[in-house]
């Protein structure tokens, strides 16, 4: 999961993503792709899709495994972007990449440009770093799935948060505008502010504080649970407008645990105003304060999700009330405008 390098796409041939597309698809039964496979898939010659292979491996797009039972290869997360990145370009979303604005436990964010100059974010995820080692041992893995591999989980992540993004966009909450989506990249608008976790001083503390709980209301009168609504995930601008951005954890107000995670976003704002900004209030929502107008959380089920996001979502949500971790996505500590 190493910084993103782009100088390598522009040299790779149509057949060098012919055997990249080949191995991506070879994954979705093996874990292990054996070279035969391989080049039945890219209809290619065995000696030519070593060849390529073997180029492949020395830029770190894929890499060689061997055992006991099989040898052959597996898509590693450069490879994975090499292929969104070719095909948001095909799409004309965008024509290059620019520095790196921010690292955090589950994605990395770039600035790209599009045709026509405009700057966007783009949004890569890469579920498996330290805050998702322990997944596989505290959920059922393989539960539904025979293989099931980060950069599944890490698509289903960027599924899920355009989803929620277009939705909450076209309904005119303060979200970045989503641009498009593919394979674990996302690309949105590029907000000119900085994350709240920035921010030491405040014009007036009390008027953003009765914001942020509003939002957290409006969210849930909606159907919606932000469930990582803190610090790290709000932005602000010179006017103290806000943006709310990272939306993967997002759950219905119908989830099982949902007053926990309604009360724990509303604990985060007050916890973090208490202590950044010495200030407290009384006046705090609570789950029985939602008055569930919209369901946006079935619209969006109906309208964004494949059947394997749905079925295999779960995967993405936090752990809850009984094993809840003490989760810091910092993420979007660099993530400003430059």
């Not at 309208?303 to 971790?325: M, Q």
């Amino acid at each position: 999961m190493g910084k993103l390098n782009v100088v390598v796409l522009r040299y790779l041939s149509r057949d060098d993503f012919r055997v990249l597309t080949a191995v991506e698809m070879g994954m979705k039964n093996h874990e292990i792709v054996p070279v035969s496979l391989l080049s039945s898939i890219a209809s290619l010659k065995h000696g030519g899709c070593n060849k390529i292979l073997r180029e492949l491996v020395r830029h770190k797009l894929v890499a060689y495994e061997r055992s006991k039972a099989v040898q052959g290869y597996r898509l590693n997360y450069g490879g994975y972007d090499y292929l969104a990145l070719k095909t948001l370009c095909s799409r004309e979303v965008i024509i290059s990449v620019g520095n790196q604005m921010g690292v955090g436990k589950e994605s990395d964010i770039y600035i790209v440009a599009s045709p026509n100059g405009e700057q966007y974010a783009l949004k890569l995820h890469r579920l498996g770093r330290t805050s998702f080692r322990n997944l596989k041992n505290k959920r059922d893995y393989h539960k539904h799935r025979k293989n099931m591999s980060w950069l599944y989980l890490s698509r289903l992540s960027a599924m899920k948060e355009f989803a929620y993004m277009k939705a909450l966009y076209d309904r005119g909450f303060p979200v970045p505008k989503p641009v498009d989506y593919n394979r674990h990249a996302v690309v949105m608008e590029l907000i000119n502010g900085y994350p709240l976790c920035q921010v030491h001083e405040l014009q007036d503390p009390s008027a953003l504080y009765s914001e942020f709980m509003e939002l957290i209301v409006k969210l849930a009168n909606n159907g919606l649970i932000h469930g990582d609504f803190n610090e790290f995930n709000l932005m602000l601008d010179d006017q103290d407008h806000i943006t709310m951005i990272d939306f993967p954890q997002m759950v219905s107000t119908s989830h099982l645990n949902a007053e926990w995670y309604f009360d724990r976003d509303v604990k985060c704002i007050r916890d973090f105003f208490a202590k950044r900004f010495n200030y407290e209030s009384e006046l705090f929502p609570t789950f029985k304060d939602v008055r569930r107008t919209r369901s946006l959380d079935v619209e969006v089920s109906a309208s964004g999700f494949t059947k394997d996001l749905e079925r295999d979502g779960a995967l993405l949500y936090p752990a809850g009330p009984e094993g809840e971790e003490d989760k810091k996505n910092d993420e979007t500590s660099n993530f400003f405008s430059i």
